[in-house]
Nanobody
Framework: QVQLEESGGGSVQAGGSLRLSCAAS???????????MSWFRQAPEKEREGVAG???????SYADPVKGRFTISRDNAKNTLYLQMDSLKPEDTAMYYC?????????????????????WGQGTQVTVSS
């Protein structure tokens, strides 16, 4: 009923920037508003982790490793989520996923917990070389 499609991944050298986008589309007739949206990432042989989350009112949360380097934003009119990634490091290399949840998905630390999100994109690869 809800489809998420990420774009903007790629390969970049350390110190470079990338901007990820996630377009959300809702099947006609299905009632849903993406109150909370987050970016997650998963590196090889590691668990998926929350990177940043944003509520529909614009309040944001970030994981410590990306604070000051990544900026999450959203365009509610376009149902699109963004992640501006600056000063990229090799340890940022991962598959990045966007997720859409509900009002409670952004409460406390829920924005970084997979189980609070019902819709996921297929992911976009980000590779940062040293």
């Amino acid at each position: 009923q809800v489809q998420l499609e990420e774009s903007g991944g790629g390969s970049v050298q350390a110190g470079g920037s990338l901007r990820l986008s996630c377009a959300a589309s809702v099947v006609s007739g299905y009632t849903y508003s993406p109150y909370c949206m987050s970016w997650f990432r998963q590196a090889p042989e590691k668990e998926r982790e929350g990177v940043a989350g944003i509520a529909i009112d614009g309040s944001r949360s970030y994981a410590d490793p990306v604070k000051g380097r990544f900026t999450i934003s959203r365009d509610n009119a376009k149902n699109t989520l963004y992640l501006q990634m600056d000063s990229l490091k090799p340890e940022d290399t991962a598959m990045y996923y966007c997720a859409a949840g509900y009002e409670w998905s952004c409460r406390g630390a829920h924005w970084a917990r997979e189980r609070y999100f019902g819709y996921w994109g297929q992911g976009t690869q980000v590779t940062v070389s040293s």
